[in-house]
């Protein structure tokens, strides 16, 4: 399918930048820097085993319009996912149909982590486009680990 074929017929709009996730064997040293000298306020906490994970949640802005900061370290610096490499893990980005997204994507051979549609962090649906692609997905990410995150009405209406 030609590129401008495939522009026309995506039955979903990505709505703009839902978080940036930045990882590191440490999250103190991070939320010195986010929360200590930049100011960003913490909203929440999360930990996944199943994610491997440990993180501060912040806000940038307010709104439909606000931006999370994720601050990741490890559970297990050994086990994977390694959410601390590369420190810059993922961005997110809202999705106004999620599964009418992963639906398409899957069918213009686009590869996904496993897991498939779940909870995040936020409370929000979530899925991971894979950094890289292989033989029988071959398009991925492009070396970027992509959250598509299902916007809430009030974004959808506000985007």
Same mark, same amino acid.
């Given at each position: =399918?030609?590129?401008?074929?495939?522009?026309? %017929?995506?039955?979903? *709009?990505?709505?703009?930048?839902?978080?940036?996730?930045? /990882?590191?064997?440490?999250?103190?040293?991070?939320?010195?820097?986010?929360?200590?000298?930049?100011?960003?306020?913490?909203?929440?906490?999360?930990?996944?085993?199943?994610?491997?994970?440990?993180? %501060?949640?912040?806000?940038?802005?307010? /709104?439909?319009?606000?931006?999370?900061?994720?601050? =990741?370290?490890?559970?297990?610096?050994?086990?994977?996912?390694?959410? !601390?490499?590369?420190?810059?893990?993922?961005? /997110?980005?809202?999705?106004? %149909?999620?599964?009418?997204?992963?639906?398409?994507?899957?069918?213009?051979? =686009?590869?996904?982590?496993?897991?498939?549609? *779940?909870?995040?962090?936020?409370? !929000? %649906?979530?899925?991971? =486009?894979?950094?890289?692609?292989?033989?029988?997905?071959?398009?991925? /990410?492009?070396?970027?680990?992509?959250?598509?995150?299902?916007?809430?009405?009030?974004?959808?209406?506000?985007?």
């Amino acid at each position: =399918m030609s590129e401008s074929a495939a522009t026309t %017929d995506r039955p979903f *709009r990505v709505l703009g930048i839902q978080q940036v996730a930045i /990882g590191g064997l440490d999250k103190g040293a991070l939320s010195g820097l986010w929360t200590g000298l930049l100011g960003v306020e913490k909203v929440g906490d999360y930990v996944a085993e199943s994610e491997n994970v440990d993180e %501060d949640i912040l806000r940038l802005g307010s /709104g439909v319009h606000a931006v999370e900061i994720d601050l =990741m370290q490890p559970l297990d610096p050994e086990v994977a996912p390694k959410v !601390h490499v590369p420190p810059l893990n993922h961005i /997110g980005l809202w999705i106004d %149909d999620l599964p009418a997204a992963v639906d398409w994507l899957t069918e213009q051979g =686009m590869r996904f982590t496993p897991g498939g549609i *779940r909870r995040g962090a936020s409370g !929000h %649906d979530v899925c991971f =486009m894979h950094p890289k692609g292989n033989e029988a997905t071959p398009r991925s /990410g492009e070396g970027v680990l992509i959250e598509l995150v299902q916007a809430p009405a009030d974004v959808i209406a506000a985007l």
